[in-house]
């Protein structure tokens, strides 16, 4: 089946730690996007990226980053800069680079600090 | 920049009884307009969408929108609700030829027997 995997569903960091957030996605689309989903905040562009080898910071980049190496693949690396990186962390994607009409998400990886 | 307001962030409903979410956006420009449901610890699903055409828009699981210009609001009804329809309903915009996506904050529903 075609679609978003997005893994691990939990993950927990140490302090000073960065982690790696992992998104892959087989719809063969060409935009790959990352959103930050705290309670009551409704959902925060971190990054995204319209085609293999760019990518372009969304509202919220600070202590993240990212990289478009393939096609299929937008790991989210959130850094020990990152002071506050407890939350809910989506990936989606969508056919077109330069027009939405439609996103495909993931189910998700909840981020929590030890 | 573009705004999503959902003024409401809690719904409590009875089962069988209808709903109505509200959202307003801010643009003076041609849009399009979407609305997500999220159920708990999953991502989002796309319920309906307003790329353009008719301004009352049907979705899935019964759901339906009606795009109001004038009043830069796309609200989201269902003339009766179910236990299973118990999420968060997120609206969305992105003006036409644009890259990016905005979300509201969200609206719980919580569907009570």
């Known amino acids: 089946d075609g679609g978003i995997t997005q893994s691990p569903k939990y993950l927990f960091r140490k302090e000073g730690q960065n982690v790696t957030l992992s998104c892959e996605q087989n719809l063969n689309h060409d935009a790959m996007y990352w959103y930050r989903q705290d309670p009551g905040q409704g959902l925060r562009l971190i990054y995204y990226?319209?085609?293999?080898?760019?990518?372009q910071k969304g509202d919220i980049a600070e202590g993240y980053s990212v990289s478009r190496e393939k096609k299929e693949s937008f790991p989210l690396t959130v850094t020990s800069a990152q002071k506050n990186p407890t939350a809910f962390y989506l990936c989606?994607?969508?056919?077109?680079?330069?027009?939405?009409?439609?996103?495909?998400f993931g189910s998700g990886t909840q981020l929590s600090v030890l | 920049a573009q705004s999503v307001t959902q003024l409401d962030s809690q719904v409590p409903v009875f089962e069988e009884a209808p709903v109505e979410l509200r959202c307003n956006y801010s643009?003076?420009?041609?849009?399009?307009l979407f609305w997500y449901v999220q159920y708990p610890n999953q991502g989002l699903q796309l319920l309906l969408k307003y790329l353009s055409g008719s301004t009352l828009v049907k979705g899935i699981n019964g759901f339906e929108a009606e795009f109001n210009k004038s009043q830069t609001s796309f609200h989201l009804r269902k003339p009766s609700v179910h236990i299973s329809d118990t999420a968060e309903y997120f609206c969305a915009v992105s003006p036409s030829a644009s890259e990016k996506l905005v979300f509201g904050k969200g609206t719980k529903l919580t569907v009570n027997p």
């Open positions: 643009s003076s420009v041609s849009v399009y």
């Open positions: 989606a994607s969508s056919p077109s680079g330069t027009v939405i009409e439609k996103l495909f």
């Open positions: 990226s319209q085609i293999v080898n760019d990518f």
